[in-house]
T-cell receptor, first 111, second 117 residues
Framework: DAKTTQPPSMDCAEGRAANLPCNHS???????VYWYRQIHSQGPQYIIH???NNETNEMASLIITEDRKSSTLILPHATLRDTAVYYC????????????FGEGTQLTVNP | GAVVSQHPSRVICKSGTSVKIECRSL??????MFWYRQFPKKSLMLMAT?????????EQGVEKDKFLINHASLTLSTLTVTSAHPEDSSFYIC?????????????FGEGSWLTVV
């Protein structure tokens, strides 16, 4: 499986952009990068996913480097409710829809 | 949008009894669904793949006779924890992909807290 590396924790001020990095240097050409977040005591919430192009939706933007070895999830205006564990996952062809979760990044948005 | 729903959200059962957790895809069909468990302050661990109309496939180390999975329809998978013990207390979460391709979104349920007393 393509492994991902994320910082264990990050802090962000409310109203500022939160930029969460993820390294996935062993990613293969047809494997997607997915981002989820998990707020305490809830199931993971889908945020965004991408293959090679940058993606944006109502929740966030996903910036993938040209060599696809890393990506950054951007929450443009973080709020207190964005405090959560954010998981970057590479969806591996051999595993199909079986996702392997790492430890993620605990993002804390401070007032 | 696509939603995956679990029921119950919380359940308490006595040791030795069995408890069933349901996972439903509300506005799409899923030929496969997935069951995870999560211990406090830990990440999600995949337990098994639920296959519509056929047997589930279990990850290494997961007891198939203890965690019975049934995927009777394209929108419903059930996980039954049999002869539950306190060590089975955990957060159980299901997921379902909206399609087979790698670019199709996978949604997760809200999770089900199981406490065995």
């Amino acid at each position: 499986d393509a492994k991902t590396t994320q910082p264990p924790s990050m802090d962000c001020a409310e109203g500022r952009a939160a930029n969460l990095p993820c390294n996935h240097s062993t990613i293969s050409g047809n494997e997607y990068v997915y981002w989820y977040r998990q707020i305490h005591s809830q199931g993971p919430q889908y945020i965004i996913h991408g293959l090679k192009n940058n993606e944006t939706n109502e929740m966030a933007s996903l910036i993938i480097t040209e060599d696809r070895k890393s990506s950054t999830l951007i929450l443009p205006h973080a709020t207190l409710r964005d405090t959560a564990v954010y998981y970057c996952i590479v969806r591996v062809a051999a595993s199909g829809s079986r996702l392997t979760f790492g430890e993620g990044t605990q993002l804390t948005v401070n007032p | 949008g696509a939603v995956v729903s679990q029921h119950p959200s919380r359940v308490i059962c006595k040791s030795g009894t069995s408890v069933k957790i349901e996972c439903r895809s509300l506005d799409f069909q899923a030929t496969t669904m997935f069951w995870y468990r999560q211990f406090p302050k830990k990440s999600l661990m995949l337990m098994a793949t639920s296959n519509e109309g056929s047997k589930a496939t279990y990850e290494q180390g997961v007891e198939k006779d203890k965690f019975l999975i049934n995927h009777a329809s394209l929108t419903l998978s059930t996980l039954t924890v049999t002869s539950a013990h306190p060590e089975d207390s955990s957060f159980y979460i299901c997921s379902a992909p909206t399609g087979p391709g790698l670019g199709n979104t996978i949604y997760f349920g809200e999770g089900s807290w199981l406490t065995v007393v």
